[in-house]
């Protein structure tokens, strides 16, 4: 059984430009929730996507967008790349109405 | 404010040692839920236990276990006799309801457990 899936594994991108990250969430899942680790901290929360809607968000602004399919695999989108957003972007698929989270490896985005 | 505060940013002890991981997290919710995940250098996040706030009975599993305090809003994980293997970050995280019924996760900043032989 496939846990959650998270592609690209890492990534460089130039100031300024525009990334697309993947999530494919545990087989039964139906929520996708993403995250930005720092490199020395806590995952912090960026939004969490249901039904094809976002239906949480965290203190992240509006650069980050997302997407959620209709069958539950996710996008996030992320704008106007700064330094400060590299970090490594963290996964999590869970069923809506069960409250544990199951994380993928994520993504490790380099921006110079 | 820091909702889930984990003091010890960083633990070395010689392997067979038992440690103590701390955790105090701060809610106004009666209903809540606490969980310890450990993050090996992959990145993945593995969960390792989730309290729900109503159950304070502490939790054992192998060489690990878990202490839930209300009283000091603490949710301590302890290792035993520790192994190279146990060594990677540890998160605790808390989540309390927000809007829509929806519980997030709100993660601490991390201790990093370094076992040597």
């Known amino acids: 059984d496939a846990g959650v899936t998270q592609s690209p594994t890492h990534l460089i991108k130039t100031r300024g430009q525009q990334v697309t990250l993947r999530c494919s969430p545990k087989s039964g899942h139906d929520t996708v929730s993403w995250y930005q680790q720092a490199l020395g901290q806590g995952p912090q929360f960026i939004f969490q996507?249901?039904?094809?809607?976002?239906?949480q968000r965290g203190n992240f602004p509006d650069r980050f967008s997302g997407h959620q399919f209709p069958n539950y695999s996710s996008e996030l989108n992320v704008n106007a790349l700064l330094l400060g957003d590299s970090a490594l972007y963290l996964c999590?698929?869970?069923?809506?109405?069960?409250?544990?989270?199951?994380f993928g490896s994520g993504t490790r985005l380099t921006v110079v | 404010a820091q909702k889930v505060t984990q003091a010890q940013t960083e633990i070395s002890v010689v392997e067979k040692e038992d440690v103590t991981l701390d955790c105090v997290y701060e809610t106004r919710d009666t209903t809540y839920y606490l969980f310890w995940y450990k993050q090996p250098p992959s990145g993945e996040l593995v969960f390792l236990i989730r309290?729900?706030?109503?159950?304070?009975q502490n939790e054992i599993s192998g060489r690990y276990s878990w202490n839930f305090q209300k009283s000091t809003s603490s949710f301590n994980f302890t290792i035993t006799a520790s192994q190279v293997v146990d060594s990677a970050v540890y998160f605790c995280a808390l989540s309390e309801a927000r809007s829509g019924g929806s519980y997030i996760p709100t993660f601490g900043r991390g201790t990093s457990l370094i076992v040597h032989p």
């Open positions: 309290r729900n706030s109503f159950d304070e």
């Open positions: 996507y249901y039904e094809e809607e976002e239906r």
């Open positions: 999590a698929s869970s069923l809506r109405e069960n409250y544990g989270y199951t």
